[in-house]
């Protein structure tokens, strides 16, 4: 089977989700040779994008954006013992967080491995998190962007709280923050100042994307 043909096959087993298959083509694509980052960025990458259509289709629903997410995930984590440091080149660097008093993450979750698959290098700082720990956050991993979850009503107000910290920290020109979840919307994402807004994982990824110039 050729290289080509061999990665198409991982990307169609990924897009129709079955778990076994994906992880056997990949450790077949690694023992000929294929370098990782081509696996990632033309089967694992190429996959996600098509799941990404097919949940705005509705054909796909939460639950297959969840599978996918984990079997990309899985597969990236086997990738990773055979690249050199010289492969492992990231799109971007991305902090996400549920904001303070919102224990709620499946969203934040579904959105970072998404993302980590399309090529960010993600810090999740996990949920309840409060602004002064996303400040520091990006004070000391430098991302590109800081995304921002909430699915509670009385939450939402926190996420201007990190707007304006990272204003007072002279840290809010150095990141775009995107914001998601579901309350949120584009005009409440004008109103705080945020850059953007997701109204699910599949958009906040392109918009992220698109930051960095890899749309």
Partial sequence: MSKENLLT????????LDFDGSKQLAQEAVAKGIPPNEIITKAISGAMEEVGKKFEASEYF?????????IGKEISQMLKPYMKDTEI??????????????????????????VEAAGFEVIDLGNDVPAEAIVDAVRSHKPDIVGLSALLTVTMVEMENVINELKKAGLRDKVKVIIGGAPITEDYAKRIGADGYGKDAVVGVDICKAWVGKK
């Avoid at 799109?91 to 979750?109: F, Q, S």
């Fill in 9 to 16: 096959k991982l990307k169609n087993a990924i897009v129709n």
């Fill in 62 to 70: 939460l639950s297959e954006l969840i599978v996918a997410g984990e």
């Fill in 89 to 114: 080149k990231k799109i971007g660097k991305i902090v996400i967080a549920t904001v303070k008093g919102d224990l709620h993450d499946i969203g934040k979750n579904i959105f970072g491995m998404m």
